[in-house]
Structure formats: structure tokens, C-alpha cells
């Protein structure tokens, strides 16, 4: 069964649940169009049996390939309810874009386009609405995108009417398809639905290459001055610097008065977080340091501080820390109550992301690293009764 991605692009929210705080439009094509009156055909929530009554059985669909700017793309033509004219909608690498009530008429300004069709191409309006959308979907590029695409070619881009109407004239009509079903595909894709963001915060992961990494600095510039945040969970391994940490109020009386159960709720983070850091910092004193020291002396054959690191990163030591400071807010918000717990969370728990993250990215072949590890060195780690492969597991 094809998966219907629709569902992640639409507009449409739950009647329970349709507020929300950040509500960030994506565009949905790098050449974007001038609605009629201010109202895109993409404005309306249609469903896919509204796309399939008024455009897609009444339409024909054609494709085509430049080699210049659009690559392969997909044009949908078809008649307008509100009007006599055609409209035409174009999907290609660029995005979706659609043109309503196309002026195919000899006072277009596009009309060169249509002149340069092939003779047998005269008389089809279709394909005179094709040629006109062509041409008119050129300028609307700006000079930085046009630069980029052409970026890798070495001819010059003599996009003109006879360019437009040439390529118009190379659009073969789909008949394997029939035009409900291939517009059903569009619409599954995600492709004809408007697209929204609710959040204000993006994560940007890319790979770390000589030959983009200028570009890739800039995309992140762009989103947001993060580049600090820009790491190697192993070779850039450094500690996140906690200039903000919980102080308990100057006033020793409580600042909530709390039930029972809220009470017992507090402890029982306290007592968990507290059995946490406990077990972690235990792990790396009578383990992971024990097994550094080792290691650094030469002690154990086979086994050098890189591989040790490979396995065991030191972003564990980063993840500890953290755990001993939110332990440490914890103790000291108890006794003033829920509320100071919560601010205590609320200023402490975002220094976990960035350690949880380094740690996860620097462990992603823990699993099997550490089968390998207990096969050959088994017999000289450190507490080998107790820390086990299970219990390693359990650490990172």
C-alpha cells in the first residue's frame, strides 16, 4: 500500500489541539508565484477528493526535461471552474508552482513563446499555456538562485521565447497514467499541501567535508548564529560551560506550600536522580578510570587510549557532570518546595542536549564495539564481576 505522506505537510490540525505558538510557513518552491486577488489555488485546505473533482479530472498531464535550469519536470494543464482560461501547475526539482488563468492570447507578453512552437503545435492550447508558463517562470528566478543552478554549467543561458516554446513543444503527454491517479500521487507526496514548522528551533546535521563545509557554515549562519554548536562528538570533544545555575532563594522559608503527593513526587526525582549519578559515578572510578590508568601505563596489550576512547568517549565524562549538577540543584531546591524544583529543571535540564547528543553520536556502535571489547579483554578489566556487558550497556 503506497504511504500517503500528505498528512505531514497539511495545514489541518486537530479541533482539541490547533493552537500553536510557532506556526512557520515553508516555502513550497524556490520560484514563487503571484496569486490572482491575493488567493493561490494552494490556500484552500482541499482534500484529495477536492483536488480530483475540480483539477485532476478535468486535466492532462505532460513531462519533459531541460537540461538548462528545470530539469525533468511534470506540468498539470486544466481548464479553470471560475473562468474560460487554462491553469497549469509544475512540479520539478525546484518545488511546486502554480499559474492561473494563463493568457495565451497574441496580447500576452509571453505570446513569442507560443510563435515558437513547432507547427504542429499551433492549434493546442495546452501546449500554448505550457510555453507561456515556461517563459514566464524564468524571471521569476532571482539572480542568486540562477547563479547557483548554472553553477556547474559552462554554457551561457540563453533562455529566450524560442528556448520556451522549443522546450513546450518537447512535453509528451502521460497516457499509461490516467490524470485522477497521477494527481493522486502528487497529492500523497506532499506536494500540493501547504507546509508549516510549529517550533522555533531547528537541529542542522551535516557531514563535515573540506569541500562544503564553508557552504554548510553559512547555511547554519543563516538559520541562526549556532556555529559554536558545530562539533565532532570525538575529536572536538569540550565541555558546555553552565554560566547559569539554580540558586536557591536568599529567604529560607518554602515558596510553595505542597500536598502530600507533590512532596512525595519531589523525593521521589530526588532519590532517582540521586541513584543515577551514584551508579555513574561509581562506573568511572572503580571502571573507566581504573581502565584509563591501565591503559596509559601500558598495562594491558592490544588496547591503546584511542580504542579505549573509541569505546568509551570521553563525553560520558561530560554526561556525569551534568547528572552531578542537576543532582546537586535538586538537593538544594527540596526544601523550598515544587516550584523551586521545577526552576531548578527548567535552568539545569537544557545542559543534558548538548552532552546527551555528543555522547549518543560518539556511541552509535556501542552495541557491537563492546562484544568485541569483552571477547579479547574480558580477563583484565577492571570489577569484571561487576560491570559486565549488560551493565556497560546500561552506562552508555
Same mark, same amino acid.
Given at each position: ?35 490572482? %486577488? ?49 491553469? &497549469? ?11 492561473? #488563468?494563463?493568457?495565451? #492570447? ?28 515556461? +517563459? ?40 499509461? /497514467? ?15 499541501? $501547504? @507546509? ?18 564553508? +557552504?554548510?557554515? @553559512?547555511?547554519?549562519?543563516? +538559520? ?7 562539533? %565532532? ?56 578510570? &581504573?581502565?584509563? /590508568? ?6 594491558? $596489550? ?7 576512547? @573509541? ?49 549518543? &553520536? ?35
Amino acid at each position: 500500500m503506497e504511504k500517503d505522506l500528505s498528512s505531514l505537510y497539511s495545514e489541518k490540525k486537530d479541533k482539541e489541539n490547533d493552537e500553536t505558538l510557532f506556526n512557520i510557513k515553508l516555502s513550497k518552491s524556490v520560484v514563487e508565484t503571484t496569486p490572482l %486577488n491575493g488567493h493561490s489555488l494552494f490556500d484552500d485546505d482541499k482534500s484529495l477528493s477536492d483536488w480530483t473533482d475540480n483539477v485532476f479530472t478535468q486535466s492532462v498531464f505532460y513531462h519533459g526535461s531541460d537540461d538548462l535550469i528545470w530539469g525533468k519536470f511534470f506540468v498539470c494543464v486544466y481548464k479553470s471552474p471560475n473562468s474560460n482560461k487554462l491553469n &497549469a501547475i509544475i512540479f520539478d526539482k525546484l518545488g511546486t508552482s502554480c499559474f492561473e #488563468s494563463v493568457d495565451i #492570447s497574441s496580447n500576452s507578453q509571453y505570446y513569442p513563446a507560443i510563435e515558437n512552437l513547432s507547427p504542429s503545435d499551433q492549434e493546442s492550447n495546452v501546449k500554448k499555456c505550457i510555453a507561456v508558463i515556461l +517563459l514566464q517562470r524564468y524571471p521569476l528566478l532571482s539572480p542568486s538562485d540562477l547563479s547557483q543552478i548554472l553553477s556547474n554549467k559552462s554554457e551561457n543561458c540563453d533562455y529566450d521565447p524560442p528556448y520556451a516554446g522549443d522546450l513546450a513543444s518537447s512535453c509528451q503527454l502521460i497516457t499509461a /497514467v490516467p490524470p485522477e491517479d497521477l494527481g493522486k500521487r502528487f497529492f500523497t507526496s506532499g506536494l500540493l499541501q $501547504n @507546509r508549516f514548522v510549529s517550533s522555533t528551533l531547528l537541529d542542522v546535521i551535516y557531514e563535515n567535508n573540506e569541500s562544503t563545509i564553508e +557552504l554548510n557554515n @553559512r547555511l547554519v549562519f543563516h +538559520l541562526g548564529e549556532q556555529l559554536e554548536q558545530l562539533f %565532532n562528538p570525538v575529536t572536538e570533544y569540550s565541555p558546555e560551560q553552565t554560566e547559569y545555575g539554580y540558586k536557591a532563594p536568599e529567604d529560607e522559608l518554602p515558596t510553595e506550600s505542597d500536598d502530600d503527593l507533590v512532596k512525595a513526587i519531589c523525593n521521589e526525582l530526588l532519590q532517582l536522580q540521586t541513584n543515577f549519578t551514584f551508579n555513574l559515578v561509581e562506573f568511572l572510578q572503580k571502571f573507566l578510570i &581504573a581502565l584509563r /590508568v591501565r591503559v596509559l601505563n601500558e598495562e594491558i $596489550n592490544g588496547l591503546s587510549t584511542t580504542k579505549l576512547n @573509541r569505546l568509551f568517549p570521553p563525553t560520558i565524562d561530560e554526561v556525569t557532570r551534568i547528572n552531578c549538577i542537576f543532582l546537586d540543584s535538586l538537593k538544594t531546591a527540596i526544601p523550598y518546595g515544587s516550584l523551586e524544583v521545577l526552576k531548578a529543571c527548567s535552568i539545569t535540564i537544557p545542559y543534558f542536549y548538548k552532552a546527551y547528543t555528543r555522547h549518543e &553520536a560518539a556511541t552509535k556502535n556501542f552495541s557491537k564495539d563492546i562484544k568485541l571489547f569483552i571477547r579479547h579483554f574480558s580477563n583484565v578489566i577492571p570489577e569484571r564481576e561487576v560491570y559486565t556487558e549488560m551493565k556497560n550497556r546500561e552506562y552508555n
